[in-house]
């Protein structure tokens, strides 16, 4: 059975499972989400979805994030500033409006070469992060 939803003004037809889909859609501020201050250099905030994680971080020139790896693809934009990934063993410098694509468990570390803010999609969302298990950020 279809259902008619007014979206700006304009009549449209969804079936059930969609309007539920519809529902469950959630608009997210940044200004709104509360930033995980993880060392005085660092801070994080992050959206999860179903099957996707949204992570917006604040990087101080001179912060560091130790060399690690994750089962997760990882997508980062960085939006403001300069940012060093070091990629087994090479050096990748990923400047505002540039994107590197991580494939899952590339170990990899990153240094803060200026005042940075980046944009981090993970699939799957990362548990660590969700759980609190993410010591090697904090410190």
Known sequence: ???SIDIGGRKQKFTEK???TLEASRLHRWEEIEP???NPL???QFVVGTNTMLARLVLKKGAHVPLHNHMNEQIS???EGKLEFLLEGKS???RAGEVLCIPPH???AVNALEDSVALDI???PRQDWIDGDDAYLRG
């Open 1 to 3: 059975m279809a259902l």
């Open 18 to 20: 969609r309007r539920q």
């Open 36 to 38: 995980d201050q993880l």
């Open 42 to 44: 660092a801070a994080r």
């Open 77 to 79: 934009h960085v939006v």
């Open 92 to 94: 990748v410098i990923v």
């Open 106 to 108: 590339v170990p990899h």
């Open 122 to 124: 993970f699939n799957p």
